[in-house]
């Protein structure tokens, strides 16, 4: 199995900056792709940052996301933070997994990291 291990949440004040971790580890071929994703009360979840150029409007020029393939990692540097980032943060890996000797693709998801930004 793979385990998506986020961390960096918690409450910030507005204009501040916070920095989330997701590490994947497990059985692992490679990873095709991660990303992070937010969900607030009563909101759909929603994309936040993907790939290296993949950013939701609201947050462009604010937030940036980055990898580190050698550690199977994905980080989300979140600056200018606003009241309206407030969301439990996901991390989201697609990992190639060999089983049985037949390869494929997989989605996973991280147990979520709350944000909360204060006015």
């Known amino acids: 199995q793979v385990q998506l291990v986020e961390s960096g949440g918690g409450l910030v004040q507005a204009g501040g900056s916070l920095t989330l971790s997701c590490a994947a580890s497990g059985s692992i071929s490679s990873i095709n792709a991660m990303a992070w994703y937010r969900q607030a009360p009563g909101k759909q979840r929603e994309l936040v940052a993907g790939?290296?150029?993949d950013y939701a409007d609201s947050v462009k020029g604010r937030f940036t996301i980055y990898r580190d393939s050698a550690k199977n990692a994905v980080y989300l540097q979140m600056n200018s933070l606003k009241p309206e980032d407030t969301a439990v943060y996901y991390c989201y890996a697609e990992v190639f997994r060999v089983v049985a000797g037949y390869g494929a693709s997989y989605a996973y998801w991280g147990q979520g990291t709350q944000v909360t930004v204060s006015s």
């Open positions: 790939g290296n150029t």
